[in-house]
């Protein structure tokens, strides 16, 4: 992956413009990051078990990364795209043809061709549950790694459908680009990109959109129904009384609100019957009165906003459904670990505004606990206490993870730190040592950033 950023990506700046090397590349500097997270997970396991023992579980590991690998899927929707395009400028430029020859005749890349190295992602990422499950094959299912490798395989599944679903929805894809670079969304805290994995839904998906007005200012809006929120937006040209979004018109609009999350808004027709045409949409304690151009189109407008918020709120109460089925199926196991998060310090800033919205997700196997999650701080303070089923006490690992936590993205990684519950047990019976145990935790795989958390065993 970093070879085609030397080889190819920096020399082909000089040859074409900003735009078709976007074209070319999408995102691949994103893929090589979630790659580069996944390998330093790897070698953080392989440090805190030890330089000369095996290490048994890698489960949870994937199960954490998986999750992250969300570039990919913009990368492949794209990548009929960027085929076109290397296609088009071949034939027609003499210039483009030559120096990509040039290119391609480096030794490092082994007399591939560049089409070869733009379909590696494709390749790896499906790739994925053929090693996971070879892995849950030789994972006896009484190994203390069994059902987190299980459930990596399910991850690793989804995420190809996933990829799967880009590919063959190129609309789609095409419709979110032209977003990306057509609607501003400043004074957000985290960057919106429109062509990505939602925070819990999948791949975000547009679903409709079209002009509303304000019922009682007269403002137009363009508004854009997505599978996870609503956006409001005003056009920056005034006047606009119709919206095609396959047309591609050509001027921008800006963000007038907020993103409104379907699980927080509800539409219903105004009891008063001054207006066929509009309806109001209630978004926690604010309500907003819009109007269509006919009662056709505010049928429309209701039906696709409530289907698509009954989806949301369906998909969120299964995911909680299928987490309480996790916990009560824990085994009682030879004891309790009994953990308390502190807090953090020094944590990576990650957000725009040089701050960040830290939470930890803390798990040993299968079992996992979350504290809360503190706005705009790199120290918080969470105060979390939780408890932890014992099942193997040579081969638990308490794994502490820091997020940021995002709304239109998958959780941004702030580090992560290990401790062997075989290490915590013999400091416990160690005399010499104050119980319980109060640790500060060095987060690796960032720069900065430390855990501190109390202990103890039952």
Not at 75 to 98: H, V, Y
Not at 109 to 138: A, D, V
Not at 247 to 263: D, V, W
Not at 422 to 440: A, F, N, Y
Request: charged share 30%; hydrophobic share 35%; proline share 4%.
């Amino acid at each position: 992956m970093q070879l085609v950023m030397e080889v190819f990506y920096k020399p082909m700046a000089t040859v074409v413009s900003k735009e078709d090397l976007a074209t070319i590349f999408v995102n691949w500097k994103e893929i090589i990051m979630c790659n580069m997270k996944l390998l330093k997970a790897l070698r953080v396991r392989k440090k805190m078990s030890g330089e000369s023992r095996v290490i048994r579980n890698i489960g949870d590991i994937l199960c954490e990364q998986l999750p992250h690998m969300t570039p990919y899927i913009r990368f492949c929707s794209c990548q009929l795209r960027a085929s076109t395009l290397i296609q088009k400028k071949t034939d027609s430029d003499n210039e483009f043809k030559t120096q990509m020859k040039r290119f391609s005749s480096d030794s490092r890349t082994k007399g591939m061709p560049f089409s070869s190295f733009l379909i590696k992602p494709m390749q790896r990422i499906t790739k994925y549950p053929l090693l996971i499950g070879k892995i849950l094959e030789n994972t006896p299912v009484y190994h203390p790694d069994h059902d987190n490798v299980s459930s990596a395989l399910e991850k690793a599944e989804e995420l190809c459908t996933q990829v799967n679903e880009g590919v063959r929805e190129k609309e789609n894809s095409d419709r979110l680009e032209w977003l990306q670079s057509h609607v501003q969304c400043d004074g957000l805290a985290e960057e919106l990109i429109f062509n990505s994995l939602t925070n819990c839904l999948g791949q975000r998906k547009y679903l409709y959109s079209g002009p509303l007005v304000k019922a009682k200012s007269n403002k137009e809006l363009v508004c854009f129904l997505f599978n996870d929120f609503l956006l409001l937006t005003t056009a920056t040209k005034q006047g606009i009384v119709t919206f095609d979004i396959d047309a591609k018109p050509g001027i921008l609009y800006k963000m007038y609100r907020y993103p409104l999350f379907l699980n927080e808004i509800s539409v219903k027709i105004p009891s008063e019957k001054n207006d066929e045409n509009a309806f109001n949409l209630s978004h926690i304690d604010k309500v907003y009165t819009l109007k269509t151009d006919s009662a056709a189109a505010r049928t429309k407008w209701l039906n696709k906003i409530e289907e698509a918020t009954t989806v949301f709120v369906e998909t969120e109460k299964k995911k909680r459904e299928k987490a309480h089925q996790a916990r009560a199926q824990r085994s009682k196991g030879v004891g309790r670990l009994l953990v308390v998060i502190l807090e953090g310090a020094d944590l990576k800033p990650v957000d725009r505004n040089g701050l960040a919205d830290p939470y930890c997700e803390v798990s040993m196997g299968v079992q996992e606990h979350k504290t809360k999650i503190i706005q705009n701080s790199l120290n918080p303070k969470w105060n979390s206490s939780m408890q932890f089923i014992v099942r193997d006490t040579d081969q638990d690992v308490l794994c502490i993870t820091v997020f940021d936590r995002d709304l239109f993205s998958p959780n941004d990684f702030l580090g992560r730190t290990e401790i062997r519950v075989s290490d915590i047990t013999r400091e416990i019976q160690d005399p010499k040592v104050r119980r319980p145990i109060v640790k500060k935790l060095l987060l690796h795989e960032v720069e900065t950033g430390e855990v501190t958390d109390r202990k103890s065993v039952v």
